[in-house]
């Protein structure tokens, strides 16, 4: 089945400083999607983003499906951006179904 | 609110016993799913459901069983034949199960097994 790779596993920031996410895949999908788990568990949808590029305040993503990665920029972090981030593909083969194919997940801890 | 509830959040059991998970939306969805997330790691598909009365295996489905007789709830049984039931497990929906379609998520639910 298709294979995703997160990096860095572990970030540490200073508050206000900026981070980019990645994620690598090894097949083409049709869906990729950002998550931030936070302390209580919860997964919080940040993009819905299978190729191109969005932005929703200071987080943005880009996808490049043809070179089968995407990135997840934070600016100006804060200590509420402190949690786990994970990527999330389903592969664009016809029998993947809506299954979502979950990377690792990078801890991101930002200090005040 | 348009959402996903799951109940309880935490749940205790002892070995041998069998447990129901209560997953709802109420966003229309046709397509539900269930994920278990084990400490540091990312989540993996026990089962899931495109429509009324249809349900599949996902990758880890030996233990667990499923029901689906309504469009809004799609409960999880983690029976006594599951190994190593402890973790966090998660009930999410998107609109449709084939084609590409967002996913979310409900809150999880904690199980122990003491």
């Known amino acids: 089945g298709i294979q995703v790779e997160q990096s860095p596993p572990d970030l540490i920031l200073q508050e206000g400083a900026n981070s980019t996410l990645r994620c690598n895949f090894s097949d083409s999908v049709n869906n990729l999607q950002w998550f931030h788990q936070n302390p209580w568990g919860q997964l919080i949808n940040l993009f819905y983003i299978p190729s191109g590029t969005k932005q929703n305040g200071r987080l943005s993503a880009t996808t490049v499906a043809t070179e089968r990665y995407s990135l997840l920029y934070i600016s100006s972090s804060q200590t509420t951006d402190s949690g786990v981030y994970f990527c999330?593909?389903?592969?664009?083969?016809?029998?993947?179904?809506?299954?979502?194919?979950f990377g690792q997940g990078t801890i991101l801890t930002v200090h005040p | 609110d348009g959402g996903i509830t799951q109940s309880p959040k935490y749940l205790f059991r002892k070995e041998g016993q069998n447990v129901t998970l209560s997953c709802e939306q109420n966003?229309?969805?046709?397509?539900m799913y269930w994920y278990r997330q084990d400490p540091g790691q990312g989540l993996r598909l026990i089962y899931y459901s495109q429509i009324v009365n249809d349900f599949q295996k996902g990758d880890i489905a030996e233990g667990y069983s499923v029901s689906r007789e309504k469009k809004e709830s799609f409960p999880l049984t983690v029976t006594s034949a599951q190994k190593n039931p402890t973790a966090f497990y998660l009930c999410?929906?998107?609109?449709?199960?084939?084609?590409?379609?967002?996913?979310?998520f409900g809150p999880g639910t904690r199980l122990t097994v003491l």
């Open positions: 966003l229309n969805h046709d397509a």
């Open positions: 999330a593909v389903r592969g664009a083969g016809g029998t993947s179904y809506g299954k979502l194919t």
């Open positions: 999410a929906s998107s609109q449709r199960g084939r084609g590409a379609s967002e996913q979310f």
